[in-house]
């Protein structure tokens, strides 16, 4: 079974276009987490959930919009496409500690879009 | 903003060779991890050092971490052609349940 599983795998999509990228994790982690891959692989932390609550919101567009109905998924929502939102997304989970520690993250296979 | 920073940003080495990668912070934190992506995929936990700790070993992986000089170093022993994939540090400050990732490193493990 995959741990981290996120789809869809490829979305090409025209600008303007609204388009939501799912992910559902089987670990029973409490945190959730969604980052952005640019194409020179720098990795950036997009948003954060904890239990369903959202922790981390960095500065990104509002047209980024996450949605967790419960603590195994992390759906994100993207609205009115740009050209620089190309990229690839990852989702991944982690079990945070008591002293909010975070022990490994486990990754998603990524979900990349590419929009025209 | 970006926590981690890993040097060199490529490496190429010769099959059966050591590789060393380093990677430097600026914060204080609860741990440092070491993670792999192989070309397409997603990344892949190597390794988790805490504060308190000094030197990690995993199979053909030993990591080091120097908290006063905010760094840490990824030593892959006796390389392999597999072993070629970008390799990521990653710390946690431990303030809003955040890692932050640094740019990465490409290494190149020639058959």
């Known amino acids: 079974d995959t741990a981290v599983s996120q789809t869809p795998k490829y979305l090409v999509t025209q600008m303007g276009n609204d388009k939501s990228i799912k992910c559902e994790q089987n670990l029973g982690h409490d945190t959730m987490y969604w980052y952005k891959q640019d194409s020179k692989k720098f990795l950036k932390i997009m948003f954060s959930?904890?239990?369903?609550?959202?922790?981390i919101n960095e500065t990104v567009p509002n047209r980024f919009s996450p949605k967790s109905p419960d603590k195994a998924h992390l759906n994100l929502h993207i609205n009115s496409l740009e050209l620089g939102d190309s990229a690839v997304y990852f989702c991944a989970s982690s079990q945070v500690r008591s002293r909010r520690e975070n022990t490994e993250a486990f990754f998603g296979q990524g979900t990349r879009l590419t929009v025209v | 903003s970006q926590q981690g920073e890993e040097d060199p940003q490529a490496l190429s080495i010769q099959e059966g060779e050591n590789a060393t990668m380093n990677c430097s912070y600026k914060t204080s934190i609860n741990n440092l991890q070491w993670y792999r992506q192989n070309s397409g995929r997603g990344l892949v936990h190597l390794i988790l050092?805490?504060?308190?700790?000094r030197e990690k070993h995993s199979g053909r992986l030993r990591v080091t971490l120097d908290t006063s000089k905010k760094s840490s170093s990824l030593l892959i022993t006796a390389s392999r052609a597999a072993d070629t994939a970008s390799y990521f540090c990653a710390t946690d400050a431990g303030a809003n349940s955040k890692l932050t990732f640094g740019k990465g490193i490409t290494l190149s493990v020639r058959p």
């Open positions: 050092i805490r504060s308190n700790e």
């Open positions: 959930y904890n239990n369903k609550e959202l922790i």
